[in-house]
């Protein structure tokens, strides 16, 4: 048993990609342990999302291992569906069902993956609706709400199947301003409850008081990991202190 505790949640294991003759992930790395929120920070198209999207083979890759909870992500098949419900997703541009109000929108997949009844279901969801504050919006269409309102309806549609962890890219990059505070607050109280996160973000603010470890990705490569302390104030390499001198105050203080 005590094996299993110390066993990673994720684990990428020399992972190569490319895009016809681009090299867009080069020997990438990493573990996520249980309750952990990785940070992975960098440059525009430095492999982030792509790296984010190949944990669970949204991406596919070229060659290296992939376990979630200890097992090997199967390259398709039933064994795939299952594991893949293991770690959810929060995209960009929220990925809702538009002509699916929003209770249907986050009972869907637990009724129809994981069997649960359709009342234990709706239960639940409107419980996970309120936990994010959106529980008033349950019986509206998406299109009736505000990005910031659907993107926690998202966050929502995740937690109803209890996954071992949750994959984020940059989930505050398609909202207004003033939307972003309150999805990075429900963030923050995921991260705060113990779950376990990956996230691609530009926040840095977010990235240096929520995240315990920092992902520096340059070029397809994970340059610099540590715990954001050390990241902000003494990076190691060249190419880190250059991304953070070119960031403004605001994106760096709280």
């Given amino acids: 048993m005590e094996e299993n505790k110390t066993m990673p949640v994720i684990e990428l294991r020399h992972i190569q990609k490319h895009f016809g003759t681009q090299h867009v992930l080069k020997d990438i790395n990493l573990s996520v342990r249980k309750g952990e929120v990785v940070a992975i920070i960098g440059p525009s198209g430095s492999g982030k999302s792509t790296l984010c999207r190949t944990i669970n083979r949204l991406e596919t890759i070229d060659s290296g291992e992939i376990y979630i909870e200890g097992k090997p992500l199967p390259q398709e098949g ?3 569906a299952a594991l893949r419900a293991r770690v959810g997703m929060v995209f960009q541009s929220f990925n809702l069902f538009e002509h699916k109000k929003v209770i249907d929108n986050v009972t869907l997949a637990p009724v129809e993956i994981l069997h649960q009844k359709r009342s234990e279901a709706k239960k639940n969801a409107l419980e996970l609706l309120k936990r994010v504050g959106v529980d008033s919006q349950a019986y509206k269409l998406p299109s009736q709400l505000s990005g910031g309102q659907q993107q926690r309806v998202a966050i929502a549609r995740t937690l109803a199947m209890n996954p071992a962890a949750i994959l984020m890219d940059e989930p ?17 109280e995921l991260a705060k409850d113990g779950m376990t996160m990956v996230i691609v973000t530009h926040e840095m603010n977010f990235a240096r008081n929520v995240a315990d470890r920092i992902i520096f990705m340059d070029n397809g490569t994970i340059l610099e990991e540590a715990d954001p302390q050390s990241f902000f104030t003494a990076p190691k390499t060249e190419r880190a202190k250059q991304f953070l001198n070119s960031l403004t105050k605001k994106d760096l203080l709280a």
Avoid: R
């Fill in 78 to 80: 039933k064994a795939l």
């Fill in 172 to 188: 505050t990059s398609a909202l207004d301003p003033e939307m972003i505070n309150e999805v990075l607050e429900v963030i923050t």
